[in-house]
T-cell receptor
Framework: QKEVEQNSGPLSVPEGAIASLNCTYSDRGSQSFFWYRQYSGKSPELIMFIYSNGDKEDGRFTAQLNKASQYVSLLIRDSQPSDSATYLCAVNRAGGYNKLIFGAGTRLAVHP | GAVVSQHPSWVICKSGTSVKIECRSLDFQATTMFWYRQFPKQSLMLMATSNEGSKATYEQGVEKDKFLINHASLTLSTLTVTSAHPEDSSFYIC???????????FGEGSRLTVL
């Protein structure tokens, strides 16, 4: 079982719709959860992080965490073509440092 | 936000040569830096954790004698790919952990092509 699992996609949504990205993780000791966006050929850029169960909203983005189910998701409201990218879920591995383990990423395509 | 710079951004080398990639935190001190490798259409794979003034900690399956990591100062870590082979061609990305906040900042990545 992979430590962090994501559906590779592609997830195709029309402009203006809500895009829902999902991620599950195996290490119950994980404390921090991150969503990164990566454009082709570029390094990841942080979108959001979440530590507590529940929802966390930042602009058009909402991260949801359910530690009991070991599940974290990212919702993108009013999706724009510029949101088209690969979204990486990352989970810290317990051990004192911010050792992030990444999922394989979900490719999102927002079409006009 | 904090800036992490990698150099070179891309490099092409012949098989058997060694290549050094630098990762610098430009406006903060990073006690810990991480090195990742990413093959096309795959995720980032953590290679090693680099701690200033001590030996790097390598992930399982990563050859420490092939991927030499030096973290000589609080702002610089280097990754040297020794005796590179075509299968080492990849996108190498470093990240630095801010000393105060613990937040991770990523470098721009270095694309290595070994002929």
């Amino acid at each position: 079982q992979k430590e962090v699992e994501q559906n590779s996609g592609p997830l195709s949504v029309p402009e203006g719709a809500i895009a829902s990205l999902n991620c599950t993780y195996s290490d119950r000791g994980s404390q921090s959860f991150f969503w990164y966006r990566q454009y082709s050929g570029k390094s990841p850029e942080l979108i959001m992080f979440i530590y507590s169960n529940g929802d966390k909203e930042d602009g058009r983005f909402t991260a949801q965490l359910n530690k009991a189910s070991q599940y974290v998701s990212l919702l993108i409201r009013d999706s724009q073509p510029s949101d088209s990218a690969t979204y990486l879920c990352a989970v810290n591995r317990a051990g004192g440092y911010n050792k992030l383990i990444f999922g394989a990423g979900t490719r999102l395509a927002v079409h006009p | 936000g904090a800036v992490v710079s990698q150099h070179p951004s891309w490099v092409i080398c012949k098989s058997g040569t060694s290549v050094k990639i630098e990762c610098r935190s430009l406006d903060f001190q990073a006690t810990t830096m991480f090195w990742y490798r990413q093959f096309p259409k795959q995720s980032l794979m953590l290679m090693a954790t680099s701690n200033e003034g001590s030996k790097a900690t390598y992930e399982q399956g990563v050859e420490k004698d092939k991927f030499l990591i030096n973290h000589a100062s609080l702002t610089l870590s280097t990754l040297t790919v020794t005796s590179a082979h075509p299968e080492d061609s990849s996108f190498y990305i470093c990240s630095a952990q801010g000393h105060d906040t613990g937040e991770l900042f990523f470098g721009e990545g270095s694309r290595l092509t070994v002929l």
